[in-house]
């Protein structure tokens, strides 16, 4: 069971990496965060993440040749603990790191959050950093044995005292900043290592002691899938988000796997405990990755699938667009009350069908009663797609035509015959409401 109460519903937020990738600056945080407040924040996005590398100081500069630059020029105090990049983050020149960002945003009335990786800075260890409140140096507790293989800046910290020590030293800063939510990644899973040996497990269980002892709800977020599912129990246990994919963009391949991986990973979904999807590629994105910016290349019946499974599944939702670049559509996908309110604390989704061209997902209130169900086509020609009432297996009476509302194009049916059947477009979805029973009935 979950300690904490730190995300009763799945956190919505912003990311920057979609389109930043290592290079996001403070005046492009703060100008995402204003486009929350004003357009998003009515329908609950809150969350604000600085994504990878915000202590490099020459992020991006070698892009042709590298993500992350290998031993680069990145900020760090004299505990070994990184420090956000003062010509990126201006405001953290002062030596107060994120306070100032994070206090304009939760001006804005949201919620500020930042990427870590996990471990202890290499550099840390090279030069033999003091531990805040030990009398151990960095090169002690750092793990060379336990790195990352796709990020060259951290070891792994040992499953020690000063271990704990530099993990509760780090949190305790972020909750001095005024951080809400972090994002730790190559934790939740390693290509590098398999099985038991994993230094993430117990590191995992280091980041929450630490949340707790801070004194601030701090939200803790797990990367990079896929998360392993015979590890749910420990996720659910010490953090509130765990990716259980790798990353995904707009490519349908990758979401038409999501169904399977939502399947996979349906019942573990509850109060604080959410196994996360990972970030909606929508709009505006890849302008850091030097290569320009592109347009999201969902169709906008993939677009339609992406948020419906997100949000039948109760999957968290972080968009990765530049947002101040939003057009209406993608505005009008982020702002759908009626599907926004599927990721409702009393509510529960559950696949019922699953094969190569079709998936059917229901979504019921267990407070209010109402019932939701989305008939997903995911072959690549327009197709009927029906189920009945019974495979539904809720208290249905097959001799009522039901009213049936769509919540995407607003408009209405009946159940026929005890049945609901919709032509749905190649790659779309239909998502209907039949509310609580009785009431929509003819």
């Known amino acids: 069971m979950h300690k904490n109460k730190f995300a009763i519903t799945p956190p919505m937020g912003w990311n920057s990496y979609d389109y930043y990738d290592t290079t996001v600056t403070e005046e492009q945080v703060k100008a995402n965060a204003d486009y929350m407040a004003k357009n998003l924040k009515e329908y609950g996005w809150e969350y604000v993440v600085v994504d990878i590398e915000w202590y490099s100081n020459d992020a991006g500069t070698q892009r042709d040749k590298y993500q992350y630059i290998p031993f680069g020029d990145d900020q760090m105090d004299e505990w070994g603990r990184f420090q956000p990049s003062p010509s990126r983050f201006p405001s953290s020149a002062d030596g107060t790191g994120f306070t100032a960002l994070a206090e304009y945003v939760h001006n804005l009335g949201l919620k500020f959050g930042i990427h870590i990786m996990r ?43 000063a271990g704990q020590a530099y993990y509760d030293s780090i949190i305790q800063m972020y909750a001095n900043w005024g951080v809400d939510f972090i994002k730790c990644d190559d934790i939740c899973d390693s290509w590098l290592y398999r099985g038991d040996n994993f230094s993430g497990w117990h590191e995992t269980e280091m980041l929450h002691k630490a949340i707790m002892k801070c004194g601030r709800p701090i939200v803790l977020s797990l990367s990079p899938g896929p998360a392993h599912i015979d590890r749910a129990w420990q996720y659910c246990k010490y953090a509130n988000m765990w990716r259980i994919t790798d990353d995904f963009w707009d490519t349908w391949d990758l ?15 509850g109060e604080g405990c959410f196994p996360d999807c990972d970030m909606l590629p929508l709009g505006k994105l890849g302008g850091g990755f030097g290569h320009g910016e592109w347009d999201c290349r969902f169709s906008k019946e993939e677009q339609r699938t992406m948020m419906t499974l997100w949000c039948m599944f109760r999957s968290p939702l972080m968009v990765g667009a530049e947002l101040t670049k939003m057009d209406d559509w993608t505005l009008s996908l982020l702002t759908n009350k009626e599907l926004l309110a599927l990721l409702d604390e009393n509510c529960h989704g559950i696949q019922l069908v699953r094969n190569d061209k079709v998936a059917v997902w229901k979504n019921k209130n267990s407070k209010t009663g109402e019932l939701h169900v989305a008939l997903f086509n995911l072959s690549d020609a327009d197709d009927t797609i029906s189920i009945t009432l019974e495979e539904l297996e809720e208290e249905l009476d097959e001799q009522t035509a039901y009213t049936l509302h769509e919540i995407w194009d607003k408009t209405e049916t009946k159940t026929i015959d005890g049945r609901i059947t919709a032509v749905v477009p190649a790659h779309g979805v239909k998502v209907y409401s039949i509310g609580s029973y009785g009431s929509h009935s003819a």
Request: glycine content about 6%; proline content about 7%; charged content about 25%.
């Open 119 to 161: 471990g202890i800075p290499r550099k840390a260890a090279e030069k033999h950093c003091p531990i805040l409140g030990t009398d151990v140096t960095a090169d002690v507790i750092a793990d060379p044995s336990s790195i990352c293989g796709w990020n060259p800046d951290m070891y792994g910290v040992r499953d020690m005292e």
């Open 255 to 269: 979401l038409k796997n999501m169904f399977w991986r939502c399947e996979m990973w349906q019942d573990h979904v």
